[in-house]
């Protein structure tokens, strides 16, 4: 309460008052009140007498203006109520502690008397005073300056206005731009308004004056979001009941209604961007039925204006008009005009910000929609008579993507996809591939994320199916080439990226996303350059309103809201890209092989050495040197240097092979230490887990007394599953150093199967061994636990990708015959896309990848000489329909050698 107000209390029967009274609106007195009635402004609650009534307060007001005399009853007057707020419960005059009203104020005489404001207060309180929100007039600066991120998505807001009106075009003009190029003042269009100018003009269905009053005036309102909720219902209600047939048939007649389009609006504050564009609107727009425009005129300044006094929103008024039809309306005979002018302080329009909202508003509509959906004509453009060379087409245009991809994610998270690899020719020897898969469930990719509560099953994605066209480049030369090569790779590092259609128009444009990482596309790619980034992309995800109804605009237009659709949307897209990328390494490595002719092992490097070691001994011993009949030796010297000359060449040619030796041995003790850490990662997040159930679970037992058998049961299982931790590191401790011994490679088997027990129970997988026809090896046994927990490793991921309704099972056939060894598993298989890169390090499908298990494998199955690969078609076991791999033993040794 204000305590410059006066406080009152005034009787007034709810039914049946000899006076013209009207609650709530109007309070009807005798002239002896007057002055008590004229001090305002005036605080009061309502009191129904006991002498005509229940004796109780009813309901609050104010009174702000002053009484009028009543006109037909000499001596009375009427006061306007304002602000009135009925009671919850009505509060009754007489209380336990006595009456709520004492002198000096209360007389039962009098119908109007003061209150203290304390007692005004508790009675509002008591009665449960209902009260309602109110809008301040300064929310409109809020909603135009605060959460509309700048000038540009101010317009690119006002231009999908546009849209949701049904139009075919908009038509962006910013004119009188201060500081450019100066023209005659007859090629502005809108002379008479203060600069900048700038004017949106659509030939949409235009507005009613209802909608006018009742929708552009009401922030926030409901006139779209109605029909999006509708959506949402009936969706939720073919889902439960199993009828998507009818709820597309209702999709299909919505849009009709609405001549196609879905609105893309939801919070209904986007065209307040006009109070950020300029100080002044003019609205024009006219509905096909009427032979004039309606005229809308809002003076934002007076929405700004800062005062100790609170001013409603409702208070100030704006002016609405018509006059005759200002513009050619076309055929349609419809549409809308907002001029905006007079600018903002803080902002100023130049050549560079003209550039960039040009390019927003070129890339507003979808470059590659959907090929099943009908594409909409909608033409956005933008003119400045005072800069007319702004680009009408995009740069990336011009340059023919490396790979071009096209998938349709499905509500299930199933990917159907498309994968064209077209390297610029002659410039790159490499052939052009086509590259198709369907049913590719991508929740496999990083399946703890998808697996439900207390469930093997996988959830349903909450983000509904999208399309998704993928640009790829590489960003050197032979790749990208020609005279606009730094232009176009200026565009990516600005612009690459992947931009959010909704409907065919971009709601979240790529630099955006680049710009906060919102894929962790930049952070993967610092921490391993071989990864793509924004930059090597240009793609756009198309959404359609009826299918991703939980994918929702942020207030300020800067993304999506971060909720669970939005988190499952993020992942997908992310198992596309590592998808696309594992083609786009594989592609760019086959290139540096074709054309860089260098040879990186450096075992075949130590091998051309001493080839060059022995032809140097050979000349040095078997030829004429100071003769040098064939001219060989010119470019060493005179003749009585050039002995001298290949002895040191022979010398260091020696010292490099003694080099590379040593780089070979570093290589083979990194690879080994690779293995070694990749287990002991493994190992380290299952003891970690582990050791806390084992922790937790001892400090609840000891608590409880007597002890709880089946919590015992638990921490006797969780040190179980510790130990098989432990055991499954230690034959790692130190492989290099372990001396080689002839054993039978199903004790090494038997020895992970016993590691893995646990995990195989826990996953509902079973092993099974079939032909235990065993054989003797002489090996380092550390190195054969680790290809067997390596393929384990991978079996059990993948296997657990799997619906929990399917058979898992991991079956291993000895031969003794071949010295061979079948590991397979009844998995979906490998993807093609991992198929030829399956040995080569750094490729997987796996989150976080890692890439190096199968990698590590071939290096100790080599380094034994034995090797592994895919089993091929006809060994393979015909009922096992995953993965299959053959160890191939043939070469290596069961016995240790003899040394002559």
């Given at each position: 309460m204000d305590a410059k107000n006066n406080f009152l209390v005034l009787d007034q029967c709810r039914e049946g008052s000899e006076y013209n009274d009207f609650v709530g609106k109007f309070y009807h007195f005798p002239g002896k009140y007057l002055k008590l009635l004229s001090a305002l402004v005036i605080e009061f609650v309502y009191y129904e007498p006991k002498r005509n009534g229940k004796g109780e307060y009813y309901g609050y007001g104010k009174i702000k203006k002053p009484p009028f005399k009543d006109q037909r009853e000499e001596g009375f007057y009427f006061v306007e109520i304002s602000d009135f707020k009925p009671f919850s419960n009505p509060v009754p005059f007489d209380t336990e502690e006595g009456p709520r009203e004492t002198a000096p104020h209360y007389n039962p005489q009098d119908a109007v008397r003061r209150i203290p404001e304390k007692d005004l207060d508790e009675i509002c309180l008591d009665g449960g005073i209902q009260l309602n929100f109110k809008s301040d007039a300064h929310l409109i600066k809020v909603l135009g300056e605060q959460l509309i991120a700048s000038e540009k998505v101010g317009i690119l807001e006002l231009i999908k206005n546009a849209y949701d009106a049904q139009a075919s075009y908009c038509r962006v003009r910013i004119e009188k731009i201060e500081g450019l190029h100066i023209i005659d003042e007859s090629m502005y269009e809108f002379n008479e308004y203060d600069g900048p100018v700038i004017v949106v003009e659509d030939d949409g269905v235009g507005m009613t004056k209802e909608v006018i009053e009742v929708g552009w005036l009401r922030p926030a309102s409901t006139l779209k979001t109605n029909v999006k909720e509708q959506i949402k219902r009936e969706r939720q209600k073919a889902l439960d009941s199993g009828t998507l047939g009818t709820y597309d048939s209702l999709t299909k007649q919505l849009k009709k209604e609405s001549k196609t389009r879905i609105p893309l609006g939801e919070k209904g504050v986007g065209r307040f961007a006009s109070h950020r564009l300029g100080k002044n609107l003019i609205i024009n727009t006219k509905i096909k039925e009427l032979d004039y425009e309606y005229v809308l005129k809002i003076d934002w300044d007076k929405f700004d204006c800062i005062s100790n006094a609170t001013v409603d929103l409702s208070s100030i008024g704006v002016s609405l008009t018509r006059q005759k039809i200002t513009r050619d309306y076309g055929i349609k005979g419809s549409g809308t005009q907002m001029i905006i002018f007079g600018g903002r302080d803080g902002f100023h329009w130049d050549k560079t910000a003209l550039e960039e909202l040009n390019l927003s508003i070129l890339r507003l509509n979808s470059p590659n929609p959907h090929p099943g959906t009908k594409k909409e004509f909608f033409r956005a453009y933008l003119e400045c008579p005072q800069y007319t060379d702004l680009p009408d087409s995009l740069i990336s245009e011009e340059f023919e993507p490396v790979f071009s991809f096209d998938g349709l994610v499905t509500e299930e998270g199933i990917l159907d996809y498309t994968l064209k690899f077209k390297p610029p020719q002659p410039a790159v020897p490499m052939p052009e591939e086509v590259i198709k898969d369907n049913n590719f469930d991508l929740k496999k990719i990083e399946s703890p994320k998808w697996k439900a509560v207390l469930s093997d099953k996988f959830r349903k994605p909450k983000c509904g199916a999208f399309f998704m066209h993928l640009d790829v480049w590489y960003r050197k030369p032979p790749w990208i080439d020609g005279p606009n090569q730094d232009l176009m790779l200026d565009y990516l590092y600005h612009f690459g990226g992947i931009s959010v259609f909704r409907d065919g128009i971009n709601i979240f444009p790529a630099e955006w996303g680049a710009q906060i990482?919102?894929?962790?596309?930049?952070?993967?790619?610092?921490?391993?350059?071989?990864?793509?980034?924004?930059?090597?992309?240009?793609?756009?995800?198309?959404?359609?309103?009826?299918?991703?109804?939980?994918?929702?605009?942020?207030?300020?237009?800067?993304?999506?809201?971060?909720?669970?659709?939005?988190?499952?949307?993020?992942?997908?897209?992310?198992?596309?890209?590592?998808?696309?990328?594992?083609?786009?390494?594989?592609?760019?490595?086959?290139?540096?092989?074709?054309?860089?002719?260098?040879?990186?092992?450096?075992?075949?490097?130590?091998?051309?050495?001493?080839?060059?070691?022995?032809?140097?001994?050979?000349?040095?011993?078997?030829?004429?040197?100071?003769?040098?009949?064939?001219?060989?030796?010119?470019?060493?010297?005179?003749?009585?240097?050039?002995?001298?000359?290949?002895?040191?060449?022979?010398?260091s040619l020696k010292n490099l092979g003694d080099s590379l030796k040593l780089i070979n041995q570093q290589k083979e003790l990194l690879t080994e230490q690779a293995g070694f850490g990749l287990a002991i990662a493994v190992s380290i997040h299952e003891i970690a887990k582990i050791t806390s159930n084992f922790y937790y679970g001892i400090t609840e037992a000891l608590k409880k007394k007597p002890f709880n058998e089946e919590k015992m049961k638990e921490i006797v299982e969780s040190s179980a599953s510790l130990n098989s931790e432990l055991k499954r590191l230690s034959p790692l401790r130190a492989i290099k150093s372990e001396k080689k011994v002839k054993f039978k490679l199903f004790d090494a088997l038997e020895y992970v199967l016993d590691i893995y027990k646990n995990k195989l129970e826990q996953a509902n997988i079973m092993a099974e061994i079939e032909d235990t026809d065993d054989f003797f090896i002489y090996a380092r046994y550390g190195q054969i636990v680790q290809i067997f927990s390596n393929l384990f490793d991978n079996s059990l991921y993948w296997l657990d990708t799997e619906d929990e309704s399917m058979e898992k099972i991991i079956r291993i056939k000895f031969d003794s015959k071949y010295r061979t060894l079948l590991f397979t598993d009844s998995g979906s298989g490998i993807h093609n896309a991992i198929l030829p890169y399956l040995f080569e390090p750094g490729y997987s499908l796996k989150i976080p990848p890692s890439g190096l298990g199968l990698y590590i494998c071939k290096h100790y199955m080599q380094s034994m000489k034995g090797d592994i690969y895919r089993t091929s078609s006809k060994n393979r076991l015909p009922e096992m329909k995953g993965a299959q791999f053959t160890l191939d033993f043939e070469k290596v040794p069961a016995e240790k050698e003899e040394v002559n």
């Amino acid at each position: 309460m204000d305590a410059k107000n006066n406080f009152l209390v005034l009787d007034q029967c709810r039914e049946g008052s000899e006076y013209n009274d009207f609650v709530g609106k109007f309070y009807h007195f005798p002239g002896k009140y007057l002055k008590l009635l004229s001090a305002l402004v005036i605080e009061f609650v309502y009191y129904e007498p006991k002498r005509n009534g229940k004796g109780e307060y009813y309901g609050y007001g104010k009174i702000k203006k002053p009484p009028f005399k009543d006109q037909r009853e000499e001596g009375f007057y009427f006061v306007e109520i304002s602000d009135f707020k009925p009671f919850s419960n009505p509060v009754p005059f007489d209380t336990e502690e006595g009456p709520r009203e004492t002198a000096p104020h209360y007389n039962p005489q009098d119908a109007v008397r003061r209150i203290p404001e304390k007692d005004l207060d508790e009675i509002c309180l008591d009665g449960g005073i209902q009260l309602n929100f109110k809008s301040d007039a300064h929310l409109i600066k809020v909603l135009g300056e605060q959460l509309i991120a700048s000038e540009k998505v101010g317009i690119l807001e006002l231009i999908k206005n546009a849209y949701d009106a049904q139009a075919s075009y908009c038509r962006v003009r910013i004119e009188k731009i201060e500081g450019l190029h100066i023209i005659d003042e007859s090629m502005y269009e809108f002379n008479e308004y203060d600069g900048p100018v700038i004017v949106v003009e659509d030939d949409g269905v235009g507005m009613t004056k209802e909608v006018i009053e009742v929708g552009w005036l009401r922030p926030a309102s409901t006139l779209k979001t109605n029909v999006k909720e509708q959506i949402k219902r009936e969706r939720q209600k073919a889902l439960d009941s199993g009828t998507l047939g009818t709820y597309d048939s209702l999709t299909k007649q919505l849009k009709k209604e609405s001549k196609t389009r879905i609105p893309l609006g939801e919070k209904g504050v986007g065209r307040f961007a006009s109070h950020r564009l300029g100080k002044n609107l003019i609205i024009n727009t006219k509905i096909k039925e009427l032979d004039y425009e309606y005229v809308l005129k809002i003076d934002w300044d007076k929405f700004d204006c800062i005062s100790n006094a609170t001013v409603d929103l409702s208070s100030i008024g704006v002016s609405l008009t018509r006059q005759k039809i200002t513009r050619d309306y076309g055929i349609k005979g419809s549409g809308t005009q907002m001029i905006i002018f007079g600018g903002r302080d803080g902002f100023h329009w130049d050549k560079t910000a003209l550039e960039e909202l040009n390019l927003s508003i070129l890339r507003l509509n979808s470059p590659n929609p959907h090929p099943g959906t009908k594409k909409e004509f909608f033409r956005a453009y933008l003119e400045c008579p005072q800069y007319t060379d702004l680009p009408d087409s995009l740069i990336s245009e011009e340059f023919e993507p490396v790979f071009s991809f096209d998938g349709l994610v499905t509500e299930e998270g199933i990917l159907d996809y498309t994968l064209k690899f077209k390297p610029p020719q002659p410039a790159v020897p490499m052939p052009e591939e086509v590259i198709k898969d369907n049913n590719f469930d991508l929740k496999k990719i990083e399946s703890p994320k998808w697996k439900a509560v207390l469930s093997d099953k996988f959830r349903k994605p909450k983000c509904g199916a999208f399309f998704m066209h993928l640009d790829v480049w590489y960003r050197k030369p032979p790749w990208i080439d020609g005279p606009n090569q730094d232009l176009m790779l200026d565009y990516l590092y600005h612009f690459g990226g992947i931009s959010v259609f909704r409907d065919g128009i971009n709601i979240f444009p790529a630099e955006w996303g680049a710009q906060i990482d919102w894929l962790d596309l930049a952070n993967r790619h610092i921490k391993k350059g071989k990864h793509m980034s924004y930059y090597n992309m240009i793609g756009n995800i198309e959404l359609d309103q009826t299918n991703n109804l939980n994918l929702i605009d942020k207030t300020d237009r800067e993304g999506l809201i971060k909720n669970d659709a939005y988190n499952d949307f993020i992942n997908l897209t992310k198992a596309v890209i590592l998808l696309v990328e594992i083609h786009f390494q594989g592609k760019r490595d086959s290139y540096y092989s074709l054309t860089k002719d260098i040879i990186r092992d450096p075992k075949k490097l130590r091998a051309f050495v001493k080839q060059n070691e022995t032809l140097v001994n050979n000349i040095k011993n078997n030829y004429p040197i100071e003769e040098d009949p064939h001219g060989i030796l010119a470019e060493m010297g005179e003749p009585s240097e050039r002995k001298e000359k290949l002895i040191n060449l022979e010398l260091s040619l020696k010292n490099l092979g003694d080099s590379l030796k040593l780089i070979n041995q570093q290589k083979e003790l990194l690879t080994e230490q690779a293995g070694f850490g990749l287990a002991i990662a493994v190992s380290i997040h299952e003891i970690a887990k582990i050791t806390s159930n084992f922790y937790y679970g001892i400090t609840e037992a000891l608590k409880k007394k007597p002890f709880n058998e089946e919590k015992m049961k638990e921490i006797v299982e969780s040190s179980a599953s510790l130990n098989s931790e432990l055991k499954r590191l230690s034959p790692l401790r130190a492989i290099k150093s372990e001396k080689k011994v002839k054993f039978k490679l199903f004790d090494a088997l038997e020895y992970v199967l016993d590691i893995y027990k646990n995990k195989l129970e826990q996953a509902n997988i079973m092993a099974e061994i079939e032909d235990t026809d065993d054989f003797f090896i002489y090996a380092r046994y550390g190195q054969i636990v680790q290809i067997f927990s390596n393929l384990f490793d991978n079996s059990l991921y993948w296997l657990d990708t799997e619906d929990e309704s399917m058979e898992k099972i991991i079956r291993i056939k000895f031969d003794s015959k071949y010295r061979t060894l079948l590991f397979t598993d009844s998995g979906s298989g490998i993807h093609n896309a991992i198929l030829p890169y399956l040995f080569e390090p750094g490729y997987s499908l796996k989150i976080p990848p890692s890439g190096l298990g199968l990698y590590i494998c071939k290096h100790y199955m080599q380094s034994m000489k034995g090797d592994i690969y895919r089993t091929s078609s006809k060994n393979r076991l015909p009922e096992m329909k995953g993965a299959q791999f053959t160890l191939d033993f043939e070469k290596v040794p069961a016995e240790k050698e003899e040394v002559n």
